[in-house]
């Protein structure tokens, strides 16, 4: 789908959806003032062509450390020997499929890969090291920082502009 054949609703839908995918689609129709057929119809065409991804419940560390503990969220930053596209993507293919690596980013300029990764303790990061990192040979640098405290996570995407500022379609 391309970015000119989503409206004003499409991206307010989005945008309500973003805040709480739980509603019900008569809310949602609400609060988007559309009638609940039209809103079924542009969420189901949102999902069909990949603008929704995925909704998934985002759980509170905090509530949950009693039950998993705090845990230890680190981000790392990765340089590779070798650059080359089939390099980056191997990399990519080796690290995605491991469920304490959170998020994966390329990036440029410095290291070639930013991650957020979370595990159970220290010993479990160090054996996270061993297995992403360290075995693999074109792994050049591993920097990792240590979160000490999450102020702010908020996995949202910005799609209407906060009054007083310019929208995308100005």
Do not use: W
Not at 81 to 101: C, S
Not at 134 to 152: D, E, G, P
Request: charged share 25%; net charge negative.
């Amino acid at each position: 789908m391309e970015q000119e054949f989503l409206d004003a609703t499409d991206l307010r839908l989005l945008e309500l959806l973003q805040d709480d995918a739980s509603r019900h689609n008569q809310a949602l129709a609400a609060l988007a003032h559309v009638s609940p057929p039209t809103s079924l119809r542009r969420i189901k065409r949102l999902r069909e062509t990949g603008v929704i991804e995925r909704e998934v419940a985002i759980l509170n560390p905090e509530r949950l450390s009693t039950v998993t503990g705090h845990g230890l969220t680190a981000l790392v930053e990765i340089t590779l020997e070798r650059q080359g596209a089939e390099h980056m993507e191997a990399f990519e293919t080796h690290v995605l499929p491991d469920p304490a690596v959170q998020q994966c980013y390329r990036v440029s300029p410095g290291p070639d890969f930013m991650l957020v990764v979370h595990t159970r303790d220290m010993p479990a990061y160090l054996a996270l090291a061993q297995r992403l990192f360290t075995a693999s040979a074109n792994v050049r640098n591993v920097k990792a920082f240590f979160s000490v405290k999450r102020a702010k996570f908020d996995p949202r995407l910005p799609l209407i502009a906060p009054a007083g500022t310019p929208s995308a379609h100005e």
